[in-house]
């Protein structure tokens, strides 16, 4: 489960982590309310407005109804005008972002809508870093990473200047070592005050980090402020939905108007579902098998559309709600079913396929290959309800299949 940026830092400031002021703003009157008082408090006089969604690549996106406004805008009106000169522009910049689509590299074309902006205090930057705290599934662990390349896609750090990434795998008994902080510390070049700032900082991030369950938190950039205080100036967490029952505060900052609708739809339903950018919709039992299933797709040239897992204890309804969730999708050209029955009869599969094909018809090719507990009874179901399917030998010869009728 992913939050927002202004989610984030009151997580982190509840730490004791240090955050600049900012407050939530779902209208444009919210908005301008919160500059007078940010301004009063901090002390300076320039604010920034920020987009909330969960996308990274905000500060370089634009909205599709003002290409002239950006997902994060710094606004220092309030230098030279005061008080009164920052709330006007900030009321323009409210009155353009709320309810306009902000598209950025991670969203695609499509873009997101924007239903809430974050007015924060400016700061000033003496140096911007980059930090985060994520789950090394290679290693079973939680590693810290740091660059000294803030405010830039780490992605193309790492591709073009791997050497810039300083890394410490965290030990989970003992948590991140003083010498670890103090190494992350010496190999960003901070001086003297800003060292201490940042050992504090990211000491109480990564026991935050195993409290959370978290799998990402990334802060890019952390800044060094003038006076040598290391802040986060942006935040972006993500947890693991397995543990969120033992953190009810941090689920009930599920926004589910940033979440896919199928994949909604499917949690709600029990199933394990992503889409993604393919044309051939699967529909398999176990998660192995699914993975399997979308590499030997990729192998003989077609590209999944989705990930889905009915699981091994999945009834006719559950099947049949799989296949409506998978045909539901414009962008997929032909469906594979690969059950390999145990715990999952093939008969309930091919109930549950019988029944959802009769209830929202076939328009798209259909592959199903079969095997395991009760086949022979499952592909009589098929076979005896007149579906226009095509069966497969095994797992390569049905993903050939619905490649080449897809295609």
Known sequence: MKIHEYQAKQLM????????????????????????????????????????IHA???????????????????????????????????????????????????????????????IEQGIDIADELYLSVLLDRAQSRLIVMASTEGGVEIEKVAEETPDLILRE???????????QAARLALGLGLSKDATKSFKRFVTALTQAAVEWDSDLIEINPLVVTA??????????????????????DISA???????????????????????????????????????????????????PANFLDVGGGADADQVAKAFRIITADPNVKGIFVNIFGGIMQ???IATGIVEAVKEVGLEVPLVVRLEGTNVELGRQIIDESDLDVITAEDMKDGAQKIVELAS
């Open 253 to 303: 900052m599920r926004d589910e108007s940033e979440e896919d609708p199928a994949e909604l739809e499917a949690k709600e339903s029990g199933l394990s579902y992503i889409t993604l950018d393919g044309t051939i919709g699967c529909l398999v039992n176990g998660a192995g098998l699914a993975m399997a299933t979308m590499d030997t797709i990729k192998h003989v040239g077609g590209e």
């Open 346 to 348: 093939c008969d309930v």
């Open 13 to 52: 400031a509840a730490k004791g982590i240090s955050v600049p002021l900012g407050t939530v703003a779902t209208t444009t009157e919210e908005a301008v309310a919160a500059v007078a008082s940010l301004i009063s408090e901090s002390g300076n006089p320039v604010v920034v407005v920020k987009s909330q």
């Open 169 to 179: 795998t965290i030990d989970p008994a003992v948590g991140l070592a003083a010498f």
């Open 227 to 248: 006076d040598g205080e290391v802040m986060a100036l942006d935040g972006k967490m993500a947890f693991d939905d397995n543990a969120l029952f033992r953190h009810p």
């Open 56 to 118: 990274g690549g905000r500060g370089k996106g634009r909205f599709e109804e003002h290409p002239d406004l950006g997902g994060v805008n710094v606004v220092t009106d309030g230098i030279s005008g005061g008080v009164e000169a920052a709330e006007q522009k900030v009321r323009e910049l409210a009155n353009g972002m709320l309810g306009s689509t902000l598209v950025t590299i991670q969203t695609g074309e499509e873009g997101k809508k924007v239903n809430t902006l974050y």
